[in-house]
């Protein structure tokens, strides 16, 4: 009923930058929450960032001031850009949305994954 698809990640040098994005289609009738998770090799997968309708965000102290959530409502779409990577960046980000269905139930969808790796 709804699909999150993430842009590709890629591997980026430490200092570097890159930008993710995971938009949402389907039955949508709105969005309340998304966010962004990653999962590293060994760890379990934990919150990154989260961003409300309203636009509030919240951060993983580890990326604060480093990385930026954002979202476009009007595409269904949500960004997080990462600025100074660093090698315990590396990990499968994945998107994450509270999405209220035309049918008025609501459901929390993921998107696929997407590796970003942080390396020279």
């Known amino acids: 009923q709804v699909q999150l698809v993430e842009s590709v990640g890629g591997l980026v040098q430490p200092g570097g930058s890159l930008r993710l994005s995971c938009a949402a289609s389907g039955s949508i009738f709105s969005i309340n929450a998304m966010g962004w998770y990653l999962h590293a090799p060994g760890k379990q997968r934990e919150l990154v960032a989260t961003?409300?309708?309203?636009?509030?965000?919240q951060y993983e102290d580890s990326v604060q001031g480093r990385f930026t959530i954002s979202r476009d409502n009007a595409k269904n779409t949500v960004y997080l850009k990462m600025n100074s990577l660093k090698p315990e960046d590396t990990a499968v980000y994945y998107c994450?949305?509270?999405?209220?269905?035309?049918?008025?139930?609501?459901?929390?969808?993921w998107g696929q994954g997407t590796q970003v790796t942080v390396s020279s």
């Open positions: 961003i409300t309708s309203g636009g509030s965000t």
């Open positions: 994450k949305a509270e999405v209220v269905l035309i049918a008025r139930r609501t459901v929390n969808s």
